[in-house]
């Protein structure tokens, strides 16, 4: 693929495929993103790959931050053009923000339970825009046991979280919530409040709210220092007030859930995979060509997932796309059709702009 610029906006008019953007994490993780990749192991301790980022990390200046091809900051870019990167409707909605991040995740251990502030949360005790909601698309799973964990069973007094999580009672927390067994396909809604955790051996592709805020009810096990690290610098008496308390009852908890197959179907060869709830926050699509798929012109990041074929935008040569692969469509590069032997892919999308949150 040719080489692009970002320096006269030419960038934002051809999909750019994205090198690896591995910061440092706490927790153990990186092997099958590097095996997904087709890359050599970096360490142990890089568990996500930040694709497309315009968030940095929280209480940094730059580390999370994407690069394109050739070396300038996508954020940089999408504030110099961004209508071109974001499309007219999305910049009136959001301005010169994606409104989206987009991971591969890969526990290589348990993650400890924690949770993310809602918006309102955020903008209230932190003054920032955004809280986060996410949602998990799961790849791979290392057993047929493999499992997450989320929502309380039943609900929980605020004094009793405040006393397991002072006195770190992981085996009271964890007990408390949700097993949710997991398989390749299946994805699941998590939004802002929801104590959550992903256990080991499972990666996936996580879509989010473009901060990186977590409220930490367990780390004692995990290298942490909660008293300094865990509640945002708010303190533990405000921190969790963010935290969904309430009692999960099946029938709710199965409403943020999606099997493969079982999305909503755009066509012959889209399947909408996250629940509607989900659209004001963002939007994923399973795409598998048969034996070509159209997609209409947005801002959009692509994990091929199986097999090989080619992105073509009418602007400039076919991308060749591969198992790996992450590709970052800008908007301008306008409508795009896939074709391909065995392709599959994730497209990942921001918030749409009609249905956003405000809140």
Not at 4 to 13: L, V
Not at 141 to 146: L, M, R, V
Request: aromatic share 6%; glycine share 10%.
């Amino acid at each position: 693929m040719e080489e692009p610029t970002t320096s006269d906006g030419a960038a934002a008019h051809r999909p750019l495929r994205l090198g690896a953007n591995l910061p440092p994490r706490f927790y153990r993780g990186g092997t099958a993103i590097a095996r997904f990749r087709d890359e050599p192991v970096a360490n142990d301790h890089v568990p996500e790959d930040w694709v497309a980022s315009t968030t940095t990390l929280f209480g940094e200046a730059a580390l999370g931050l994407s690069r394109l091809p050739g070396g300038p900051l996508l954020s940089q870019a999408v504030a110099a053009a961004p209508e071109a990167w974001l499309g007219p409707e999305h910049v009136r909605r959001f301005g010169a923000d994606p409104a989206l991040l987009v991971k591969l995740l890969d526990a290589g251990q348990r993650l400890p339970v924690h949770c993310h502030p809602g918006d309102d949360w955020a903008r209230r005790h932190l003054g920032t825009r955004w809280g986060k909601t996410e949602s998990w698309v799961v790849l791979a799973t290392g057993s047929a046991e493999a499992a997450v964990h989320l929502g309380f069973r039943e609900e929980v007094a605020l004094e009793t979280l405040a006393a397991w999580v002072e006195r770190q009672d992981a085996k009271a927390i964890l007990g408390a919530l949700h097993r949710v067994r997991v398989e390749p396909g299946d994805a699941i809604l998590v939004p802002a409040g929801i104590p959550h955790t992903i256990g080991e051996g499972v990666f996936v592709v996580e879509l989010q709210q473009p901060s990186d805020l977590s409220v930490m009810l367990e780390w004692r096990d995990f290298g942490l220092d909660g008293d300094r690290e865990g509640h945002l610098g708010v303190g533990y008496a405000t921190a969790l007030s963010c935290v969904d308390r309430s009692g999960w009852e099946a029938e709710r908890l199965a409403s943020l859930q999606r099997s493969r197959g079982a999305g909503r179907a755009t066509g012959p060869s889209v399947e909408r995979v996250l629940p509607p709830e989900a659209d004001r926050f963002f939007r994923a699509e399973r795409v598998r060509p048969r034996p070509q798929a159209r997609l209409e012109a947005s801002f959009s990041v692509l994990i091929v997932t199986a097999g090989w074929g080619t992105l073509e935008t009418g602007r400039g040569p076919a991308t060749e796309l591969r198992r790996g692969d992450t590709v970052l469509v800008p908007h301008a590069a306008g409508e795009q059709v896939l074709r391909g032997d065995g392709l599959e892919l994730i497209r990942c999308l921001p918030p749409h702009p009609e249905g956003a949150n405000d809140a």
